[in-house]
């Protein structure tokens, strides 16, 4: 698969037209240092393996760039549009995965990094791992119900975009929120001890829209 270098974030007000980034080499690269940190840390929170977080990042982008037509502003930022593409991209691995559960063929997919790019990896994925910890606090919630709380609880999407990353109203989502929470509460009880207060919050605490 195709890498892309870790680089510094720039100024997250700078808008690019996101139809161009597949025609245009320097508007992808504003696009790309706009929001590698929000694709990073989405990957890293489903992802424990720096070399395959690696590629999907990398895989998030280049989708961006063949869907970069379809875009629509209307709909939602460039953002929530990049999470709903990364959203799409991290399940198809899994279902990968599942096909092709050979163990052989899993790291013969692998691409070595640098030392440099790998420790950046491993320290992100570090830093997610409570994040990971929080998702089995959702597998007791129905699909659609746990898809629309990563969104908006673990990866910081309002609930109008991670409605229209899902595809339903914002009051559908709204309701479905605030349900699932209160069941993610009642399964956290029990293990409280074991995740951050402010983890726990990001979970249960009604946002707003």
Known sequence: MTDFPPIDPVDPDNSVDVAQIGTDPDVFEVFYRDNLETVQRFVARRVADPHLAADLTADVFLAAIDAASGYRADRGSPAGWLVGIARNTVAAEVRRQVRHHNAVRRISGRRLLDPD?????????????????????????????????????????????AAAVLGVKPATARVRLHRSRRLVQSHLQPHLDRVHPDAVAALTQEVSP
């Open 117 to 161: 790019s790998l420790t950046h990896l491993v320290d992100r994925i570090d830093a997610e791992r409570e994040s990971r910890a929080l998702y089995a606090a959702l597998a007791a919630l129905p699909k659609r119900d746990r898809a629309l709380m990563e969104l908006v609880a673990l990866d910081g999407l309002p609930i109008t975009e």
